[in-house]
């Protein structure tokens, strides 16, 4: 079974990926995880998405669908895509791949966050210096303010986790990523979860809607 989970930054889709993932025996596909394992081997793809990291530039839609197939090719697990596709374009892509597999997308998942809850909870986000560990003050702050559990490194709120660049995110989600809801929404394999609930309701309900399906 092969499904996307799709929000806005911040909607929780990541820690719902990786609790999916593990319940229902589905591989999580993270393109930044996976970007960093070409870079990692020094692959002709990873050197290609490094010259457009190191410019600061999008990495453009053919070369993402490039290294995910060539990553996904060998995974005989289902696929569970989070934070991809992030545009229409990249949505064709993916389907004129599994098409071309005999494969389909059999569910997407729209978790749904209003918008101002999205800009508090990215606001109150704060990563750990050391060990990369992330917390949100207002819903799971670290035992001590400003240092984190686990290492005691001092804790740092992200440069994309700025209320100026919070916005802008939520403005280039709107124009780039909201369109694929219509998308999808059409296809009949479309379905809402209410991001608002607690991170282990919303994972509950979400495999509740697979139970022995993956």
Known sequence: MNIILLGYPGSGKGTQ???????????????????????????????????????GRLVPDKLVLEVLKARLSVETRGLLFDG??????????????????????????????PEAEV???????????????????????????????????????????????????????KDQTEPLLSYYRSSGIFHEADGSLAPEAVAAKIAAMFAGKA
């Open 17 to 55: 990926a990786k609790v999916l993932s593990q319940k229902l025996g589905m591989f999580h596909v993270s393109t930044g995880d996976i970007f960093r394992e070409e870079l990692a081997k020094k692959s002709p793809l990873g050197a290609e998405v490094a010259s457009y990291m190191t410019a």
């Open 84 to 113: 991809f596709p992030r545009t229409v374009e990249q949505a064709e892509g993916l389907d004129n791949w599994f098409e071309s597999r005999g494969q389909a997308i059999d569910a997407v998942i729209f978790i749904n966050v």
């Open 119 to 173: 800009a508090r909870r990215l606001g109150a986000r704060r990563t750990c210096s050391g060990c990369g560990k992330i917390y949100n003050v207002v819903t799971s702050p670290p035992a001590k303010e400003g240092v984190c559990d686990v290492c005691a490194k001092p804790l740092l709120t992200r440069e994309d986790d700025k209320a100026e660049v919070i916005a802008r995110r939520i403005q280039v989600y």
